[in-house]
């Protein structure tokens, strides 16, 4: 089945303790991108990557950090979470081009106490 | 790099009536104008999209339209249905550059369609 995984789904952790969401694509698409969605304001691009070892900062990339060793792989990195970093975290992907479909991660909910 | 802008934030419709959500971007290499619904608790989905090369696209009770020359776009649902109440993001891709491929999005519609 043709997907974008991510885990965890869900994660509480304190300030400042590192920690790391995976994101997994199956479709071997070359564009892969973080999200965050935080109420009134949509979804805001963390990072993306448009092919192996190819990355670029979105909208909001303090506190993050990203990387494409593999094409079908595309960690979000928190080095030393604080609590504004508490959202919901999206994963997609998709095939290179301006007009293809991204797919959706499940969604990655963390908070940060 | 893009923006783009959503109206309304929120929208309530009685079931049967017609609901449009408007979005307008800025950039005009933008080629590429998808539309995606949020169910709560779920990720976002393709319901509908539209490329700069066509005015209006047309899927069972969902239709987008698309203003090159004014840069906006719409999104309309006829005879909405309990099932459509979800939150809906319009976004705009631009076709060259650096940031091709990049999507980017508006701030959201919840519509929440009354029984």
């Known amino acids: 089945e043709a997907q974008v995984t991510q885990n965890p789904r869900y994660l509480i952790t304190v300030t400042g303790k590192k920690l790391t969401v995976t994101c997994s694509q199956n479709m071997n698409h070359e564009y892969m991108s973080w999200y965050r969605q935080d109420p009134g304001l949509g979804l805001r691009q963390i990072y993306y990557?448009?092919?192996?070892?190819?990355?670029d900062k979105g909208d909001v990339p303090e506190g993050y950090k990203v990387s494409r060793k593999e094409k079908r792989n595309f960690p979000l990195i928190l080095e030393s979470p604080s609590p504004n970093q508490t959202s919901l975290y999206f994963c997609?992907?998709?095939?290179?081009?301006?007009?293809?479909?991204?797919?959706f991660g499940p969604g990655t909910r963390l908070t940060v106490t | 790099g893009e923006n783009v802008e959503q109206h309304p934030s929120t929208l309530s419709v009685q079931e049967g009536d017609s609901a449009v959500i408007k979005c307008t971007y800025s950039d005009s290499a933008s080629n590429y104008f998808p539309w995606y619904k949020q169910e709560l608790g779920k990720r976002p989905q393709l319901i509908i999209d539209i490329r700069s090369n066509v005015g209006e696209k047309k899927d069972q009770r969902i239709a987008v339209t698309l203003n090159k020359t004014a840069k906006h776009f719409s999104l309309h649902i006829t005879e909405t249905q309990p099932e459509d109440s979800a939150v809906y993001f319009c976004a705009a891709s631009i076709g060259r550059g650096s940031t091709l491929g990049r999507l980017y999005f508006g701030r959201g519609t919840q519509l929440t369609v009354w029984p």
């Open positions: 997609a992907s998709s095939f290179a081009g301006s007009r293809n479909e991204q797919y």
């Open positions: 990557s448009m092919n192996v070892e190819v990355t």
